[in-house]
């Protein structure tokens, strides 16, 4: 069955950087466009970025992120990736990554980043 | 960006009884090529990823309660629970992905009255 499971967040100080991973089991990876969502404490959801299939040479991010925030992933490895830089406060919340199928079926569990002095 | 906008924030509805929250897209969310409502709804319980109920509108997801159903077409959707469950306590969202950026709702709590 589709597995996800973040990792890589933690508490950060305005200004720095995190990277948070998304391992992924039970699908072929490679074939799926992948997504990365958060939710501010709480509050609702907001979708943050997306990166294509295969290659991943297709991306996109909200304006919110855009800039700063870098999707990647590791085909070989199963793994997604969400290089966050210059974090800002409103930048905490728990960031989940799902597997986009257009529709989100699978979801992570979620990691939470806290953007704190 | 498309702007979804769900009412009422919250409600509290009596074990057994209707529960229906309404979700409003800015512009048209249907595809005229495949005349698809790209529209989905999903439930979240506290500490929880969201779960996925419906999507194209109306299409139950495999495993959801058929309490739950979907309605709507263009802009303007309806999610329902026939006959509230203790276990259906828990925050609504519908969701957009017609186009960039995905959207999502503000929410709707739902609570046993």
């Known amino acids: 069955q589709v597995h996800l499971v973040e990792s890589g967040g933690g508490l950060v100080k305005p200004g720095g950087s995190l990277r948070l991973s998304c391992e992924a089991t039970?699908?072929?990876?490679?074939?799926?466009?992948m997504t990365w969502i958060r939710q501010a404490p709480g509050k609702g959801l907001e979708w943050v970025s997306h990166i294509s299939s295969t290659s991943g040479s297709y991306t996109n991010y909200a304006d919110s992120v855009k800039g700063r925030f870098t999707i990647s992933r590791d085909n070989a490895k199963n793994s997604l990736f969400l290089q966050m830089n210059s974090l800002r406060a409103e930048d905490t919340a728990v960031y989940y990554c799902?597997?986009?199928?257009?529709?989100?079926?699978?979801w992570g569990q979620g990691t939470l980043v806290t953007v704190s002095s | 960006d498309i702007v979804m906008t769900q009412s009422p924030d919250s409600l509290a509805v009596s074990l057994g009884e209707r529960a229906t929250i309404n979700c409003k897209s800015s512009?048209?969310?249907?595809?005229?090529?495949?005349?698809?409502?790209?529209l989905t709804w999903y439930q979240q319980k506290p500490g929880q990823p969201p779960k996925l109920l419906i999507y194209w509108a109306s299409t139950r997801e495999s495993g959801v309660p058929d309490r739950f159903s979907g309605s709507g077409s263009g802009t303007d959707f309806t999610l329902t629970i026939s006959s509230l469950q203790a276990e259906d306590v828990a925050v609504y969202y519908c969701q957009q992905h017609y186009s960039l950026p995905l959207t999502f709702g503000g929410g709707t709590k739902v609570e046993i009255k």
């Open positions: 039970g699908f072929t990876f490679s074939n799926y466009y």
């Open positions: 512009q048209s969310v249907l595809y005229s090529s495949n005349n698809k409502n790209y």
């Open positions: 799902a597997r986009d199928d257009k529709i989100f079926h699978h």
